[in-house]
């Protein structure tokens, strides 16, 4: 996970951000960050920064949620934000939860996305002949079928840490919209 030491994100941030791996499946919601993240508003997770954008803010806030396993909460934030990364959230819920024909539902109306590059660029360093990397493109339906067989082989590391990359990316594009708008 990103751990930069020149991070834009405040101590609230950065802390939930964290650099521990997600399951693919579930997982099991972290108490302590249950009720950091049920205690934060909007301007305590963005202290110091103006919001800009607050569709791109609750983004964010989504993606925490998932990123410690609260997939309940992460959904209720992300179907109410009209926009290619609060379904790109949501697809990753529904991924994760295992529901992986709505999961490409959703990533099918994320469209072409601004982080699939760079996450081809990272998935095909990790595996150059991942399935998800077709053509040096990225794609997110054939990831959702290899992390779906990857519950039942041991491709599971390798889709993590993909999976890994994805949420970071994603999230750090969120946050970067969030705050310049």
Same mark, same amino acid.
């Given at each position: 996970?990103?751990?930069?030491?020149?991070?834009?994100?405040?101590?609230?941030?950065?802390?939930? %951000?964290? @650099?521990?791996?997600?399951? !693919?499946?579930?997982?099991?919601?972290?108490?302590?960050? +249950? /009720?950091? !993240?049920?205690?934060?508003?909007?301007? *305590?997770?963005?202290?110091? +920064?103006? =919001?800009?954008?607050?569709?791109?803010?609750?983004?964010?806030?989504?993606?925490?949620? !998932?990123? *410690?396993?609260?997939? @309940?909460?992460?959904?209720? =934030?992300?179907?109410? &934000?009209?926009?290619?990364?609060?379904?790109?959230?949501?697809?990753?819920?529904?991924?994760?939860?295992?529901?992986?024909?709505?999961?490409?539902?959703?990533?099918?109306? %994320?469209? $072409?996305? /601004?982080?699939?590059?760079?996450?081809?660029? #990272?998935?095909?360093? !990790?595996? $150059?002949?991942?399935? /998800?990397?077709?053509?040096? +493109?990225?794609?997110?339906?054939?990831? %959702?079928?290899?992390? #779906?067989?990857?519950?039942?082989?041991?491709? #599971? @590391?390798?889709?993590?840490? &993909?999976?890994?990359?994805?949420?970071?990316?994603?999230?750090?594009?969120?946050? +970067?919209? /969030?705050? #310049?708008?």
């Amino acid at each position: 996970m990103n751990t930069r030491a020149n991070t834009p994100y405040g101590p609230a941030l950065a802390a939930l %951000v964290g @650099d521990r791996p997600m399951p !693919l499946g579930p997982g099991r919601l972290d108490s302590t960050a +249950q /009720a950091a !993240l049920e205690d934060l508003s909007l301007d *305590h997770l963005f202290a110091g +920064q103006t =919001i800009r954008d607050s569709s791109m803010a609750r983004c964010c806030l989504s993606g925490l949620w !998932l990123r *410690h396993n609260g997939l @309940d909460e992460s959904h209720t =934030i992300s179907q109410d &934000i009209p926009s290619a990364e609060g379904s790109y959230w949501h697809g990753i819920m529904h991924r994760r939860e295992p529901d992986y024909g709505n999961a490409k539902y959703w990533f099918r109306n %994320v469209g $072409p996305h /601004a982080v699939f590059p760079a996450l081809c660029a #990272e998935a095909s360093e !990790l595996a $150059p002949e991942a399935p /998800a990397v077709t053509g040096g +493109q990225w794609d997110p339906f054939a990831f %959702v079928d290899m992390c #779906e067989s990857a519950a039942r082989s041991a491709n #599971e @590391d390798l889709c993590r840490q &993909i999976q890994d990359c994805e949420w970071r990316l994603l999230f750090e594009h969120c946050f +970067q919209r /969030a705050v #310049e708008g």
